[in-house]
């Protein structure tokens, strides 16, 4: 008898051991699926916070390119306030008479350095003047050098401006008389001007007469197989490059775009991406090393009340015109 008791007390002790382990198997098995669980969700907070990190530098990034840009516009409004008065003075009234120059809008877009927090130039825009032809280029070089010459404290002593030219500029001695008519009027006016060209120029008599003028070369033309060595020959100064070309969705042409802009640095000549729409674009184009920037993204054009040129001039100032430079209207 104490036998059987013995044994069905081994076999409840059995019995109970059985359970107790299912009951520990079932509960390793369901931590398991929470530590599965937990590792889960781990790593969904991880990827979470590595994206809020990027996003937030992101946006920091564009926060101060927007203090930046507010700056710069606040320094270009506060130098639009310091024009002098819009009523010009009857010497200038009759030095435009005499002259038959007409009035011509002209718009200043700043070319700005980002690292520096300033205008390092402005491309000249002129609203319905935008024919393609050595008339309309001499009118807006003349233009172009009127307002440096009467806004020196708005566009900088020393500033740059961008004017672009028409394909058949070079290789009209018209235009190119004009030119270096202006030159000889104004030098040290002249000496801040940048031809935009949208061709390659190649060596010419043409070339060879404007290399020997002080007058900058800036291409603005496609970026597809340009011929940079000869652009660094021929004296080119400035490269610009569309930022749409820089940020290509596709990889290949956006490659070919970054490695024409390294090129030209190599040769010395400062890349500028023209075009910039908006702050993440010039955020982007700075992770990418480019600096200097124009375009509505980083600040807008200035609006000079007036400015003058002569259309129709085709020959060299007289010594009278040299000796009286043209003054203009405001």
Request: hydrophobic residues 50%.
């Amino acid at each position: 008898m104490k036998r059987w008791i013995v044994l069905g007390a081994i076999a409840a002790a059995l019995a109970w051991r059985l359970v107790s382990l299912e009951s520990i198997a079932e509960r390793i098995g369901s931590m398991t699926q929470i530590a599965v669980a937990v590792g889960i969700a781990g790593i969904g907070v991880a990827v979470a916070v590595v994206a809020l990190w990027r996003v937030r530098a992101v946006t920091r990034k564009a926060n101060q390119l927007g203090m930046m840009i507010s700056a710069t516009r606040h320094a270009e409004k506060a130098a639009s306030g310091a024009r002098t008065p819009a009523s010009p003075a009857p010497a200038a009234d009759r030095a435009t008479a005499r002259s038959g120059m007409a009035n011509i809008e002209i718009m200043m877009q700043p070319v700005v350095a980002l690292s520096r927090n300033e205008a390092v130039g402005y491309d000249a825009v002129f609203p319905g003047l935008d024919q393609d032809d050595p008339a309309s280029d001499r009118a807006r070089l003349g233009a172009a050098v009127e307002a440096m010459a009467v806004h020196p404290h708005v566009l900088g002593l020393n500033g740059i401006v961008f004017v672009a030219v028409s394909a058949a500029f070079l290789f009209d001695p018209t235009a190119r008389s004009f030119l270096a008519a202006l030159v000889r009027g104004k030098p040290n006016v002249v000496a801040g001007l940048r031809l935009c060209l949208g061709l390659t120029p190649g060596r010419s008599p043409a070339t060879t007469e404007l290399a020997g003028l002080p007058v900058g070369l800036a291409w603005c033309g496609p970026t597809a197989h340009p011929d940079i060595a000869m652009m660094a020959e021929l004296g080119v100064t400035h490269w610009r490059i569309p930022a749409a070309a820089l940020l290509d969705t596709h990889s290949a042409r956006r490659l070919a775009a970054l490695q024409i802009a390294e090129l030209a640095r190599t040769k010395g000549m400062q890349v500028i991406a023209t075009d910039v729409s908006c702050r993440e674009d010039a955020a982007r184009l700075l992770e990418l090393g480019i600096d200097l920037m124009s375009g509505g993204g980083i600040a807008p054009p200035m609006r000079l009340r007036q400015s003058v040129a002569a259309p129709a001039m085709a020959t060299e100032s007289s010594s009278d015109d040299r000796a009286r430079p043209a003054a203009a209207t405001r």
